[in-house]
Protein backbone atom coordinates (compact mmCIF):
# COMPACT_ATOMS: atom_id res chain seq x y z
CA UNK A 1 0.00 0.00 0.00
CA UNK A 2 1.86 3.44 -1.26
CA UNK A 3 0.81 6.47 -1.83
CA UNK A 4 4.30 7.08 -4.34
CA UNK A 5 5.63 4.46 -6.50
CA UNK A 6 8.48 5.05 -8.72
CA UNK A 7 9.84 2.59 -10.73
CA UNK A 8 12.76 2.53 -12.80
CA UNK A 9 13.24 6.69 -12.81
CA UNK A 10 15.89 7.88 -15.06
CA UNK A 11 16.89 11.30 -15.60
CA UNK A 12 19.15 12.51 -17.95
CA UNK A 13 21.09 16.03 -18.61
CA UNK A 14 22.37 15.53 -22.11
CA UNK A 15 24.88 12.29 -21.95
CA UNK A 16 24.97 12.07 -18.30
CA UNK A 17 22.29 9.87 -16.49
CA UNK A 18 21.59 11.49 -13.23
CA UNK A 19 18.95 9.00 -11.70
CA UNK A 20 19.73 5.40 -12.61
CA UNK A 21 16.87 3.66 -12.03
CA UNK A 22 15.08 4.40 -9.55
CA UNK A 23 12.74 2.19 -7.23
CA UNK A 24 10.82 3.49 -4.35
CA UNK A 25 7.25 2.81 -2.45
CA UNK A 26 5.92 5.88 -0.17
CA UNK A 27 3.67 4.36 2.44
CA UNK A 28 0.46 6.90 2.96
CA UNK A 29 1.41 8.16 6.98
CA UNK A 30 5.26 7.32 7.00
CA UNK A 31 8.13 9.89 7.48
CA UNK A 32 10.95 8.89 4.98
CA UNK A 33 13.89 11.01 4.93
CA UNK A 34 16.27 10.38 1.71
CA UNK A 35 19.68 10.66 2.20
CA UNK A 36 22.92 10.35 0.55
CA UNK A 37 26.04 12.73 -0.51
CA UNK A 38 26.22 15.81 -1.84
CA UNK A 39 25.35 15.63 -5.71
CA UNK A 40 23.57 11.76 -5.42
CA UNK A 41 20.51 13.47 -7.00
CA UNK A 42 17.86 14.26 -3.75
CA UNK A 43 16.91 17.71 -5.56
CA UNK A 44 16.18 15.72 -8.73
CA UNK A 45 14.58 13.17 -7.89
CA UNK A 46 12.50 15.73 -5.51
CA UNK A 47 12.30 17.85 -8.93
CA UNK A 48 11.20 14.91 -11.24
CA UNK A 49 8.30 13.71 -8.30
CA UNK A 50 6.98 17.29 -8.25
CA UNK A 51 6.76 17.98 -12.18
CA UNK A 52 9.16 20.67 -11.82
CA UNK A 53 11.54 17.92 -13.98
CA UNK A 54 10.50 15.72 -16.47
CA UNK A 55 11.55 11.91 -16.41
CA UNK A 56 14.00 10.37 -19.22
CA UNK A 57 11.88 7.21 -18.91
CA UNK A 58 10.21 5.30 -16.08
CA UNK A 59 6.81 5.81 -14.11
CA UNK A 60 5.63 7.88 -11.09
CA UNK A 61 2.47 6.62 -9.45
CA UNK A 62 0.71 8.75 -7.05
CA UNK A 63 -2.43 7.76 -5.46
CA UNK A 64 -2.60 4.91 -7.88
CA UNK A 65 -2.32 7.69 -11.00
CA UNK A 66 0.66 8.08 -13.78
CA UNK A 67 1.71 11.30 -13.28
CA UNK A 68 5.35 11.34 -14.53
CA UNK A 69 5.32 14.47 -16.49
CA UNK A 70 2.47 16.29 -15.01
CA UNK A 71 2.84 20.01 -14.24
CA UNK A 72 3.26 21.04 -10.16
CA UNK A 73 -0.26 22.81 -10.29
CA UNK A 74 -1.94 19.02 -11.25
CA UNK A 75 0.07 17.54 -8.78
CA UNK A 76 -0.49 19.98 -6.55
CA UNK A 77 -4.12 20.17 -6.94
CA UNK A 78 -3.65 16.19 -6.45
CA UNK A 79 -2.27 16.34 -3.08
CA UNK A 80 1.12 16.56 -3.38
CA UNK A 81 3.32 20.06 -2.46
CA UNK A 82 6.85 20.59 -1.50
CA UNK A 83 8.74 23.19 -0.16
CA UNK A 84 10.59 25.64 -2.03
CA UNK A 85 13.07 27.39 0.22
CA UNK A 86 12.24 30.69 1.60
CA UNK A 87 11.11 32.30 -1.52
CA UNK A 88 7.77 30.86 -1.40
CA UNK A 89 7.24 33.63 1.09
CA UNK A 90 5.92 36.96 0.69
CA UNK A 91 8.26 39.31 2.44
CA UNK A 92 6.69 42.75 2.98
CA UNK A 93 3.53 40.67 3.87
CA UNK A 94 2.54 39.87 7.66
CA UNK A 95 2.92 36.18 8.46
CA UNK A 96 -1.17 36.03 8.27
CA UNK A 97 -1.35 37.08 4.81
CA UNK A 98 1.09 35.10 3.88
CA UNK A 99 -0.73 31.78 4.58
CA UNK A 100 -4.28 33.63 3.99
CA UNK A 101 -2.79 33.57 0.31
CA UNK A 102 -1.91 29.95 0.61
CA UNK A 103 -5.01 28.61 1.73
CA UNK A 104 -7.22 31.03 -0.85
CA UNK A 105 -5.19 29.45 -3.29
CA UNK A 106 -6.80 25.94 -3.98
CA UNK A 107 -10.03 27.69 -3.94
CA UNK A 108 -9.39 30.14 -6.87
CA UNK A 109 -11.01 27.80 -9.81
CA UNK A 110 -13.89 26.95 -7.21
CA UNK A 111 -17.11 28.52 -8.34
CA UNK A 112 -18.95 26.76 -5.60
CA UNK A 113 -16.52 28.93 -3.12
CA UNK A 114 -16.77 32.13 -4.06
CA UNK A 115 -20.69 31.31 -3.87
CA UNK A 116 -20.57 30.13 -0.20
CA UNK A 117 -21.74 32.88 2.00
CA UNK A 118 -19.09 31.95 4.59
CA UNK A 119 -16.15 31.98 2.42
CA UNK A 120 -14.72 34.04 4.25
CA UNK A 121 -15.11 32.29 7.77
CA UNK A 122 -14.15 29.20 6.41
CA UNK A 123 -10.76 30.80 5.15
CA UNK A 124 -10.06 32.52 8.43
CA UNK A 125 -10.92 29.21 10.27
CA UNK A 126 -8.10 27.28 8.11
CA UNK A 127 -5.72 30.56 8.79
CA UNK A 128 -5.55 30.75 12.29
CA UNK A 129 -5.41 26.97 12.33
CA UNK A 130 -2.43 27.19 10.21
CA UNK A 131 -0.95 29.59 12.37
CA UNK A 132 -1.39 27.61 15.76
CA UNK A 133 -0.09 24.63 13.50
CA UNK A 134 3.16 26.07 13.11
CA UNK A 135 3.20 28.13 16.46
CA UNK A 136 3.24 31.54 14.63
CA UNK A 137 -0.02 32.72 16.43
CA UNK A 138 2.29 35.35 18.42
CA UNK A 139 3.57 36.67 15.17
CA UNK A 140 0.38 36.60 13.11
CA UNK A 141 1.10 40.55 12.60
CA UNK A 142 4.39 40.54 11.96
CA UNK A 143 6.03 41.27 8.52
CA UNK A 144 7.63 37.55 7.26
CA UNK A 145 10.51 39.51 5.74
CA UNK A 146 11.69 40.54 9.22
CA UNK A 147 11.09 37.09 11.34
CA UNK A 148 13.66 35.28 12.21
CA UNK A 149 15.40 32.73 9.64
CA UNK A 150 14.52 29.87 11.20
CA UNK A 151 10.67 31.26 12.12
CA UNK A 152 10.46 31.90 8.02
CA UNK A 153 10.79 28.28 7.85
CA UNK A 154 7.87 27.53 9.97
CA UNK A 155 5.75 29.88 8.20
CA UNK A 156 7.02 27.96 4.82
CA UNK A 157 5.65 24.72 6.23
CA UNK A 158 2.42 26.39 6.78
CA UNK A 159 2.51 27.43 3.10
CA UNK A 160 3.03 24.15 2.34
CA UNK A 161 0.49 22.62 4.30
CA UNK A 162 -2.15 25.13 3.30
CA UNK A 163 -3.31 23.17 0.01
CA UNK A 164 -3.93 19.99 2.33
CA UNK A 165 -1.49 17.44 1.06
CA UNK A 166 -1.51 13.78 1.54
CA UNK A 167 2.34 13.71 0.56
CA UNK A 168 4.90 16.58 1.47
CA UNK A 169 8.51 16.88 -0.37
CA UNK A 170 10.53 18.98 2.16
CA UNK A 171 14.14 19.41 0.35
CA UNK A 172 16.11 20.47 3.36
CA UNK A 173 14.24 22.40 5.26
CA UNK A 174 16.66 23.51 8.32
CA UNK A 175 19.43 24.48 5.86
CA UNK A 176 21.37 27.45 7.50
CA UNK A 177 20.16 26.38 11.39
CA UNK A 178 21.70 26.02 14.25
CA UNK A 179 21.00 22.52 16.02
CA UNK A 180 18.51 23.91 18.63
CA UNK A 181 16.73 25.33 15.65
CA UNK A 182 17.09 22.26 13.39
CA UNK A 183 15.41 19.79 16.28
CA UNK A 184 12.77 22.61 16.69
CA UNK A 185 11.44 22.54 13.39
CA UNK A 186 11.98 18.64 13.13
CA UNK A 187 9.72 18.65 16.16
CA UNK A 188 7.14 20.75 14.33
CA UNK A 189 7.58 19.14 11.03
CA UNK A 190 6.67 15.72 13.10
CA UNK A 191 3.36 17.43 14.34
CA UNK A 192 2.37 18.91 11.09
CA UNK A 193 3.13 15.73 8.72
CA UNK A 194 1.08 13.30 11.42
CA UNK A 195 -1.46 11.01 9.13
CA UNK A 196 -0.05 12.24 5.97
CA UNK A 197 3.53 11.27 3.92
CA UNK A 198 6.87 12.89 4.17
CA UNK A 199 9.80 13.02 2.19
CA UNK A 200 12.72 14.88 3.88
CA UNK A 201 16.54 15.40 2.24
CA UNK A 202 18.18 16.35 5.10
CA UNK A 203 21.75 16.12 6.28
CA UNK A 204 21.48 16.60 10.09
CA UNK A 205 21.99 12.44 11.16
CA UNK A 206 20.42 13.35 14.45
CA UNK A 207 17.43 14.72 12.96
CA UNK A 208 16.90 11.84 10.48
CA UNK A 209 17.53 8.75 12.74
CA UNK A 210 14.64 10.23 15.13
CA UNK A 211 12.31 11.79 13.03
CA UNK A 212 11.93 8.97 10.06
CA UNK A 213 9.97 5.42 9.95
CA UNK A 214 12.05 4.70 7.24
CA UNK A 215 15.31 5.98 5.26
CA UNK A 216 16.83 5.73 1.88
CA UNK A 217 20.08 6.26 0.71
CA UNK A 218 20.80 7.47 -2.72
CA UNK A 219 24.20 7.50 -4.41
CA UNK A 220 25.11 8.55 -7.87
CA UNK A 221 21.64 8.14 -8.37
CA UNK A 222 20.93 4.66 -7.37
CA UNK A 223 19.18 3.83 -3.80
CA UNK A 224 21.83 1.80 -2.42
CA UNK A 225 19.08 1.13 0.60
CA UNK A 226 16.24 1.64 1.83
CA UNK A 227 14.83 0.19 5.46
CA UNK A 228 14.04 1.54 9.17
CA UNK A 229 16.81 4.03 11.17
CA UNK A 230 18.24 0.50 12.41
CA UNK A 231 18.80 -1.13 9.48
CA UNK A 232 20.18 1.74 7.79
CA UNK A 233 22.76 2.48 10.58
CA UNK A 234 23.75 -1.13 10.54
CA UNK A 235 23.86 -1.36 6.87
CA UNK A 236 27.24 -2.31 5.51
CA UNK A 237 27.11 -0.88 2.29
CA UNK A 238 25.39 2.06 3.69
CA UNK A 239 28.40 2.78 5.86
CA UNK A 240 31.16 2.26 3.08
CA UNK A 241 29.22 4.71 0.65
CA UNK A 242 28.20 7.47 3.35
CA UNK A 243 27.57 7.37 6.31
CA UNK A 244 30.77 5.89 7.77
CA UNK A 245 32.21 9.56 8.80
CA UNK A 246 28.77 11.03 9.57
CA UNK A 247 27.29 8.26 12.39
CA UNK A 248 29.63 8.20 15.48
CA UNK A 249 29.16 5.04 16.60
P1 LIG B 1 21.87 16.52 -4.38
O1 LIG B 1 20.59 17.23 -4.14
O2 LIG B 1 21.86 15.11 -3.93
O3 LIG B 1 23.03 17.26 -3.79
P2 LIG B 1 21.37 17.22 -7.16
O4 LIG B 1 20.10 16.54 -7.47
O5 LIG B 1 21.31 18.68 -6.88
O6 LIG B 1 22.12 16.46 -5.96
O7 LIG B 1 22.39 17.01 -8.35
C1 LIG B 1 22.72 15.72 -8.82
C2 LIG B 1 23.65 15.85 -9.99
O8 LIG B 1 22.94 16.34 -11.11
C3 LIG B 1 24.81 16.80 -9.76
O9 LIG B 1 25.96 16.24 -10.33
C4 LIG B 1 24.37 18.05 -10.50
O10 LIG B 1 25.50 18.76 -10.95
C5 LIG B 1 23.57 17.48 -11.65
N1 LIG B 1 22.53 18.36 -12.13
C6 LIG B 1 21.47 18.80 -11.41
N2 LIG B 1 20.66 19.58 -12.16
C7 LIG B 1 21.24 19.64 -13.40
C8 LIG B 1 20.90 20.29 -14.63
N3 LIG B 1 19.78 21.04 -14.75
N4 LIG B 1 21.72 20.11 -15.69
C9 LIG B 1 22.83 19.36 -15.57
N5 LIG B 1 23.19 18.70 -14.47
C10 LIG B 1 22.43 18.85 -13.38
MG1 LIG C 1 23.33 19.23 -2.85
MG1 LIG D 1 20.05 18.97 -3.06
Redesign the pocket.
Known amino acids: DSVLSIRDLRKS??P?E??RGVDLDLRPTERHA?I????????????LISGN?TPTSGEIIFDGRQVGGESPETLNRLGLARSFQITNIFPKLSVYENIRLAVMRPYRLQYSFWKSVNRLARVREETEKLLEQVRLNSQASTIAGEMAYSEQRSLEIAITLASNPKVILL??PMAGMSHEEALYTAELIREVTSGRALMI?EHDMDVVFSLSDRISV?VY?QLIATGTPDEIRNNKSVKEAYLGEEVAQ
Open positions: FGIIMLGPNGAGKSTLFHLDEVLG
